[in-house]
């Protein structure tokens, strides 16, 4: 089973960017996707993208400033992150499904890697 591992959270302004990773330690046959969790709070679906690349999905709040992109040859899942708000902060955990198809619900992820903290100051 492919283990996850995501980097590149920190603490950022309103207003500004950050790029987080995954490394897969494997082939990713499937379709990734990209959620966080706040203090208190459920699992929220972030961005999603299929197997091959092609098509991808995005939460209400962060559609239009998220962008998800995998790299095959090199395992990675990326979401390059863009005029983020204090909302936005949460940890933030890469997951690989168990469908070729875009999906924004955590029961058809069945690898999460240990997730990564955001951190948006006002």
């Known amino acids: 089973q492919v283990q996850l591992v995501e980097s590149g959270g920190g603490l950022v302004q309103t207003g500004g960017s950050l790029r987080l990773s995954c490394a897969a330690s494997?082939?990713?046959?499937?379709?990734m996707g990209w959620f966080r969790q706040a203090p208190g709070m459920q699992r929220d679906f972030v961005a999603g993208?299929?197997?091959?690349?092609?098509?991808?999905a995005y939460g209400y709040s962060v559609k239009g400033r998220f962008t998800i992109s995998r790299d095959k040859a090199k395992n990675r899942l990326y979401l390059q992150m863009n005029s983020l708000k204090p909302e936005d902060t949460a940890v933030y955990y890469c997951?690989?499904?168990?469908?070729?198809?875009?999906?924004?619900?955590?029961?058809?992820?069945?690898?999460w890697g240990q997730g990564t903290q955001v951190t948006v100051s006002s």
């Open positions: 997951a690989a499904a168990t469908t070729f198809t875009v999906s924004d619900r955590t029961i058809d992820y069945h690898t």
């Open positions: 993208i299929s197997w091959n690349g092609d098509t991808a």
């Open positions: 494997g082939p990713a046959l499937y379709a």
